[in-house]
């Protein structure tokens, strides 16, 4: 199958190798294409000037869509992911009358749930962050817009070059929270699998899943961990309880795995190891 991946990025790379190990053709929409794999049909587009995007190939069956943030406001959301996913769909309503599945990559931040209960798809949309509003607007643009389009709300993606805890820790300056705290997380390649997982799914896919692994985990226990295998000293608690930027909850993948997903790193633990370990990179 053909297949268009715009804003692409660490984790659209990600999918699209995969995409070619399984024989499909693969487009890269990118600002700078000479930072893809050449095996990829990259093309330079800036996705906040529409008038320069390139026409869409009618053969299309597949759309990625990862956007990232011009800034990390709500001007900047808007125009990064609502703006661009209400002119794709145009586009592709226009261009791409193969089109059999428009898969958004959005995130979790659009959800609440607190005291560490467990949270599904059916839980309603709580976005708290003006930045998730717009997220949640963008999912709803997309949700209606007549295409047949599959949301995947990712959680913490970590991996190869995303280490923030790990730096932390060895800054020094990790703090284990005072209270609970509940995290969840995807790893790149896992949440790359997901996106050729649910196109390969076709008709039979849903209109949304929790991209998350298997784990949630206490903050301070990743932190624990992190410190043991490094040889680091353990971080010490809070004085006092911190701001969360998130809910203190815990995400269900079960929708997900019932169609089918194996995660490669169904923890924290083979993830964060295989990244210490140095045996993957995060594409440019």
Known sequence: ??????SCGDVATEAGLRFLAQADEVTGWRRNSSKLPP??????????????WPQIDPATEVVV?????????????????????????????????????????????????DDGEWVTEQAPVHASRD???????????????????????????????????????????AKVPAGSHWTNRIHRDDLAAAIVHVANLGDQAAELYLATDS???????????????????????????????AGDRRLDNSRLLASGLKLHYPSFIEGYRDILSGISSRHA
């Open 1 to 6: 199958m053909e297949v268009l991946l715009v």
């Open 39 to 52: 095996a990829f049909d990259g093309h330079d587009v800036d996705l906040l000037n529409p008038a320069g």
């Open 65 to 113: 869509l990862t956007p990232v943030p011009v800034s990390r406001d709500v001007d900047g959301y808007e125009r990064s992911y609502l703006q661009v996913a209400q002119e794709l769909c145009v586009r592709l309503r226009e261009q791409a009358p193969k089109l059999r599945r428009l898969i958004y990559v959005s995130s979790t931040a659009v959800m609440g749930g």
């Open 131 to 173: 930045t998730a509003k717009v997220l949640a607007r963008t999912e709803a643009a997309l949700a209606g817009s007549g295409l047949p389009v599959t949301i995947l709300r990712a959680s913490g993606i970590y991996g190869p070059g995303r280490t923030r805890l790990i730096d932390l820790v060895v800054s020094g300056t």
């Open 215 to 245: 784990t949630p985990a206490q903050l301070g226990e990743v932190y624990q961990f992190l410190a043991a295998e490094l040889g680091m000293r353990l971080p010490g608690q809070e004085a006092g309880s911190s701001m969360r930027r």
